[in-house]
């Protein structure tokens, strides 16, 4: 087995001070919220193009009546994506205190973004976003049955997906596009957090975006991963996952400038942990060592115990091979004689596979889970499958509890695993 496992130094003392969100719940952190604690479905039937020829025809698409209130909120842009990350991105930086307006109106969490003049108190900023396929779903507008019309080579270039982010908030410092599959999320936390270590930046602008596309509706059938009705992580009748879209964001600070500022931290990044699981393109290796690795990362650097772990916001695809190996890891990493079972649950039972902007997506979540005090819950599970017998998965309509740490996993086609782990605000690693 070959693992390589990268560790981000330094991360003591970086909090998240802003979160923003589009996703298949509608515009704003909010929406996003509501949605996760009422433990409501939000994939539905697929109408942004034909599925006949698939076995599924459900997606996570970003609701209608929310698209036509982006139009007001960000500049026009031909990728979906690009605009989702950029009202994203807007929406944390305001509710950060970073950002002027000039009497922007807000919306649903959103806020009108033009009129932003500069970064309070003059702060270098930077932008580190992650996606899977970034701007080239714009040319399924292009196909037809005669095939691909010229629609212009330039929507090839990912870095398209970031032509909006200096435009909604004003950004100074480096723009970086990382595209490491579905784990992209938790690296470019990672990334943003590496930047302000160094001392690169004081703002690190982190997020992640997708466009739901007829390739990855292909690529998903091709693999016969995808469900036919709801995707249902850990349960023992699951078939397959749903592809979703939408975008999240996370401002990142050091402590020291949030407190200079007079910001208010919403959460603590406590660690990051990555891993390369050599074994397969499409499979994650069986025993979970990688997703082990990663785990064990965070806890070391962060100094915490397995116990401490209130909740593990678990990548859970619904798929049948992923998610018994994701729950071998989460047993072996921080289950055992004379501890509790981890209390474990997936979002993607509710929103389906956002892939690019899954990471943050649940970042975001996870953040508003401490705030609140809830757990939220595997809201399709029916009948836990038994080889999560390790694990307490969480009822559908969640628990109330107290969540002061969190453990964000993500992994992906090609090996990549990413771990985040969140503390509470206010927490004894604040600094």
């Given amino acids: 087995m070959a693992t390589a496992v990268e560790r981000t130094p330094g991360r003591a003392g970086i909090v998240v001070t802003g979160v923003g969100a589009v996703s298949p719940a509608g515009l704003g952190h909010r929406a996003l919220w509501d949605a996760v604690r009422g433990g409501r479905v939000t994939t539905g039937a697929v109408t942004r193009f034909d599925t006949s020829r698939h ?26 994506a690009a605009r989702c990350l950029a009202a994203a991105a807007a929406e944390a930086a305001h509710g950060a205190g970073l950002t002027r307006t000039g009497g922007g109106a807000h919306t649903g969490g959103l806020t009108r973004t033009a009129g932003f003049t500069r970064t309070e108190g003059g702060a270098r900023t930077g932008v580190f976003a992650g996606t899977v396929m970034g701007t080239r779903p714009v040319l399924d507008h292009g196909i037809t049955s005669a095939g691909l019309t ?22 100074d410092g480096p723009v970086v596009l990382l595209a490491s599959g579905c784990s992209v999320g938790g690296d470019a936390v990672a990334c943003g957090a590496a930047a302000i270590s160094e001392g690169e930046v004081d703002v690190a602008i982190c997020g992640g975006a997708e466009e739901l596309s007829q390739e990855v509706f292909a690529m998903f059938t091709t693999l016969r991963a995808l469900a036919p009705d709801v995707a249902r992580p850990f349960d023992g009748d699951r078939l397959g996952m749903q592809p979703a879209e939408g975008a999240a964001v996370v401002i990142l600070e050091s402590a020291e400038h ?12 406590l660690a990051h942990g990555a891993a390369a699981d050599a074994y397969h393109l499409t499979r994650p290796r069986p025993t979970g060592d990688a997703l082990v690795e990663a785990i064990g990362t965070c806890l070391r650097d962060a100094g915490r115990a397995p116990e401490e772990i209130d909740w593990v916001c678990a990548h859970g695809t619904g798929t049948r091979a992923s998610d018994g190996v994701e729950a071998r890891a989460i047993v072996s990493a921080l289950g055992g004689p004379g501890r509790r079972r981890p209390a474990v649950s997936s979002l993607k039972g509710m929103l389906g596979h956002t892939q690019g902007a899954a990471g943050v ?33 969480v009822p559908p309509r969640g628990r109330e509890a107290p969540v002061a740490t969190v453990l964000s996993l993500a992994f992906g086609l090609g090996g990549g695993v990413s771990a985040l782990l969140l503390g509470a605000a206010g927490g004894d690693d604040e600094a």
């Avoid at 599924?56 to 979906?80: C, T």
């Fill in 55 to 80: 076995p599924s025809h459900r997606a996570g698409e970003i609701p209608r009546s929310a698209l036509s209130r982006l139009d007001s909120l960000v500049p026009p842009h031909r990728s979906l």
């Fill in 150 to 171: 010229a629609e212009g080579t330039d929507w090839a270039e990912p870095a398209r997906l970031l032509d909006l982010v200096p435009e909604v908030v004003p950004v």
């Fill in 258 to 269: 949030c407190a200079a500022r007079g910001g208010l931290p919403l959460a603590v990044l």
């Fill in 361 to 393: 997506l649940e970042a975001v979540v996870a953040v508003l889970a401490m705030a609140a005090g809830h757990l939220p819950g595997n809201a399709t599970l029916r009948r836990p499958d038994p080889a999560c017998a390790g694990l307490d998965l």
